[in-house]
């Protein structure tokens, strides 16, 4: 191997380019760190990120202006049912909580019907419930993934308490059937509900043609408009426009991983770069001679770029494997509890990148500009 060759220095000094191939693999934690924030979107993604079946309209206030509006609306919805999604359904929206990877509890939307035969039509049209599934009044579906994170079985019997306060339920309700559907999914029946909410619910199941997700789900979005436009201040929501209202809530954690990515990018670019210089002043007689022999501004440069660049490729999949160990673990540990990483953080992967270059681009262009310095008649 020529000695010139970028991983030549590599391989007559292991130790020293380990330390600075982990120093340069540190950028790695930004992906664990999006893979953290990002979960919590993931959760909502699983079960939202896909064409609505149903439409939901509701009040999202106490308002008695926002109230009587519902009200009025509730009078005339069937005028507003799309041909594609006329079956109307008076439904009630339950919020329930469930423990993030983070540690704390975080809350998303269930629906209870109050009418056993209301479910048996959701469940005919949807392809995300099992056929099997049959509810009757008092009880409940849950996902499995759900039913681990509250440590419930089939049989138990769910009522609000100090001790269990994950949904509040009018009545006690059993846990029928636990179902493998991804996401935090719970539907139910209970007559003793109010059924405040309407759905426009899909007529016919996606196999009927005319009848595809996507078709459904731009009439309903059309339908959405319509009401919005008439009725401006009740709530309006589809799949979309609720995964997009829970981005923007949640958007402000991406600015958080951002700018830890750019601190951690700023320090670790001072603390590489001046380990580096070290390393490089050390080599002034070899690269003086290097350009005495006559190698080239763009030869040194390649020789500079990389050997920086493959002690960074070194140490980025070091980290990432680091990375997948820790995610492998948390999952192996939480997995049971419904706690894990469902996805890929692609937010992780860019803040990773943009820190990574942080610390590289200047690490290169610094110390070129040094070793173009050293001259053999000098040393």
């Not at 009418?115 to 099992?130: H, I, Q």
Request: charged share 20%; with cysteine; glycine share 6%.
């Amino acid at each position: 191997m020529s000695t010139f060759a970028p991983f030549s220095y590599i391989r007559r000094n292991r130790a020293r380019s380990a330390v600075l191939a982990l120093m340069l693999g540190f950028t790695a934690v930004c992906f664990l760190a999006g893979m953290y924030i990002e979960h919590q979107q993931a959760v909502f993604e699983l079960s939202y990120d896909k064409p609505s079946d149903y439409l939901l309209v509701y009040s999202n206030s106490n308002s008695m202006e926002i109230v009587n509006e519902l009200r009025d609306f509730g009078e005339v919805c069937e005028d507003y049912a799309p041909d594609k999604a006329d079956t109307v359904i008076g439904v009630s929206n339950l919020y329930f909580s469930y423990k993030t990877i983070m540690g704390y509890d975080n809350s998303t939307g269930s629906i209870l019907f109050r009418k056993e035969e209301d479910f048996e039509e959701f469940n005919r049209v949807m392809t995300d419930v099992p056929d099997e599934v049959v509810l009757k009044d008092g009880e409940i579906m849950l996902s499995q993934t759900l039913a681990n994170n509250w440590g419930v079985k089939e049989g138990d019997v769910l009522e609000y308490s100090e001790d269990w306060d994950k949904a509040y339920f009018a009545d006690p309700v059993t846990v029928k059937t636990i179902v493998d559907i991804p996401g935090m999914v719970l539907y139910g029946v209970s007559s003793e509900v109010n059924g405040d909410t309407v759905m426009f619910l899909r007529s016919e199941p996606d196999t009927v043609s005319g009848y595809d997700r996507q078709t459904v789900n731009d009439v309903l979005e059309d339908a959405g408009a319509k009401i919005s436009a008439d009725y401006p201040h009740i709530q309006i929501q589809t799949n979309y426009s609720w995964l997009n209202e829970i981005k923007d809530q949640l958007s402000m954690f991406k600015y958080i991983l951002f700018a830890i990515a750019f601190i951690i990018g700023l320090v670790l670019a001072v603390t590489v770069n001046a380990a580096f210089s070290a390393a490089y002043e050390k080599r002034k007689y070899e690269f003086s001679i290097y350009k005495a022999i006559g190698f080239s501004k763009s030869q040194i440069f390649g020789k500079v770029a990389g050997e920086v660049l493959l002690l960074d490729l070194i140490g980025l999949i070091t980290g990432g494997l680091i990375c997948l160990l820790v995610i492998l673990t948390v999952n192996y540990i939480l997995g049971p509890q419904g706690i894990y990483f469902f996805k890929v953080s692609v937010t992780g992967i860019l803040s990773t990148i943009g820190c990574n270059l942080m610390v590289v681009v200047p690490t290169i262009l610094l110390n070129l500009k040094r070793v173009r310095k050293y001259d053999v008649t000098v040393y």
